[in-house]
């Protein structure tokens, strides 16, 4: 059986971790690691596309970043359950033309026993910004530990 810990039903420790997990995972921009996280059946609803298991994952996340260039993500926990996750997250990338966006969103999870993901809704709205604005400036790859977090930000 696959696991990928901390398992549910999580603690505000385990949830914080798992939440640090994701963000880890997605900030490498590769699909195929990032849909590991997954159920084989996961469902996910991303803005206006609904998505089954880890094949359409992969395809979603792999048209994703090739669009989304520069890709930086900061996720932080907003609610926890026993096997259910809430999270608000803002992304900073930019277009093949240079214009820059940062992306806010919220996500809604729900955890299998064995700590992968099997559902996924995520609400995301993108807002333009001037280079000059970002807030995300780290090395491509996962967020230094000394970098602030959204709230921390102010977003």
Avoid: C
């Avoid at 999580?10 to 994701?22: G, L």
């Avoid at 298991?53 to 989304?68: D, F, P």
């Avoid at 559902?119 to 090395?139: E, G, M, Q, T």
């Amino acid at each position: 059986m696959e696991q990928r810990p901390p398992l549910p039903p999580f603690t505000r420790e385990t949830a914080i971790q798992k939440v640090r997990a994701a963000e880890d995972g997605w900030n490498t921009r590769d699909p195929q690691r990032v849909s590991m996280a997954y159920t084989e059946q996961s469902r996910w609803r991303n803005r206006a596309e609904f998505v089954t298991g880890r094949a359409e994952i992969v395809g979603l996340l792999s048209r994703k970043w090739a669009r989304e260039l520069d890709y930086r993500l900061i996720k932080e926990l907003w609610a926890f359950s026993d096997h259910r996750i809430a999270v608000r997250f803002a992304y900073e990338w930019h277009d093949d033309a240079g214009n820059w966006f940062r992306s806010y969103g919220n996500e809604n999870w729900e955890f299998d026993d064995n700590g992968l993901m099997a559902v996924r809704h995520a609400s995301i709205n993108d807002l333009p910004i001037l280079a000059s604005a970002r807030k995300f400036h780290w090395p491509l790859g996962r967020r230094p530990d000394d970098h602030l977090g959204l709230s921390d930000l102010g977003l």
